[in-house]
């Protein structure tokens, strides 16, 4: 019964400290017992060292601290062992997997290809890039970019009063596709036609399941999500944060064709966008919280919300490991 209880604590009160440290595979669940790891726990070191404790692995650590092999001191010292995130960009599969920002930026390689995010990507050192350009998007895509419900955090683009079409592609071309993504604390500068996720969106374009979330600037057609619209389709998606130049917008900063928005929201407090072409503007107080938000977005499987995570905006759900 000691042993029980003892478990019980190793597993949850101790491990609680370091919840930034470990994250289910199966969605972002802490550790608090056996049982919600059993797919396996995402973390910052493991016994192997990829990275991944298994659900076998951290039984094995139970046990070993249960006979005295190793301590509790032993087991929180393996869980904050950094981690050094590998690229894993592999041009033979489609979709194409992408784990580093020095994957993304290999995007370039191929504009019609597929790929899919294998994990949060950390672009801070963006900043450092191109003496101070920062990162360098793809010109057209045409193919699918699947998040699997992943983001990508610190993207730093600079490129003011020099290029047109700016923003994590410059232009999504009419079979593109952006989905299961986010973009978190995002610094995105153009000249015109700027946007998060595309400097310009051509006509059957999509943006499905995804965010944006920081500093969007430029001198005119900005747009949080799109800078200027040809006939993008967008469903289930928002914009928070700021949005500067001549004809911007809380999603879509200019249109020149049919739009079609779906579900899609914008904080208007946040970065004093009273307009967007396409979307509705929203409240910091509604987007944070689930019942502003219609049925077509699925908080069991898609996207969660907590004031604790994300800054209690809304925010995508891991896909499982299969």
């Not at 153009?190 to 310009?200: E, M």
């Not at 965010?211 to 993008?232: A, C, H, N, P, R």
Request: proline share 3%; with cysteine.
């Amino acid at each position: 019964m000691r042993k029980a209880m003892c478990l019980l604590v190793l597993c949850g009160l101790l491990l609680l400290p370091v919840v930034s440290a470990v994250e289910c595979a199966l969605g972002e669940v802490a550790c608090s017992s056996l049982e919600s790891c059993a797919g396996g726990c995402k973390s910052k070191a493991d016994l192997d060292g990829e990275g991944i404790f298994t659900s076998d692995e951290l039984n094995l650590m139970i046990a070993q601290w249960l006979d005295g092999t190793v301590s509790v001191i032993d087991i929180i010292a393996a869980l904050l062992v950094p981690v050094v995130v590998q690229d894993c960009y592999d041009a033979t599969t489609n979709p194409i997997p992408l784990c580093t920002c020095d994957d993304l930026q290999k995007m370039n390689l191929n504009d019609r290809a597929n790929y899919e995010l294998q994990n949060d990507i950390d672009c801070s050192d963006t900043v450092n890039w191109g003496n101070g350009a920062g990162y360098s998007p793809t010109f057209g895509f045409y193919g699918v970019l699947d998040g699997q419900g992943h983001f990508i955090k610190d993207l730093y683009i600079n490129r003011g009063n020099v290029l047109q079409y700016m923003g994590l592609f410059r232009i999504l071309r009419v079979t593109g596709e952006i989905k299961n993504i986010g973009l978190e604390n995002s610094e995105i500068t153009g000249f015109y036609n700027v946007g998060g996720l595309a400097g310009q969106a051509e006509l059957g374009s999509k943006i499905v399941n995804s965010y944006v979330e920081g500093k969007i600037k430029g001198d005119k057609f900005i747009g949080g999500l799109v800078g200027k619209s040809e006939g993008v389709i967008i469903s289930t998606s928002y914009f928070s944060g700021e949005v500067s130049g001549a004809f911007s917008g809380g999603l879509v900063g200019y249109s020149i064709g049919p739009i079609s928005t779906t579900d899609s929201y914008w904080d208007f407090q946040i970065g004093g966008v009273t307009s967007s072409k396409g979307g509705e503007g929203k409240t910091t107080v509604q987007m944070k919280n689930q019942s502003s938000y219609p049925a077509s977005w699925d908080f069991a499987d898609v996207w969660a919300i907590s004031p604790d995570v994300n800054g209690g905006y809304p925010h995508l759900r891991a896909f499982a490991v299969s």
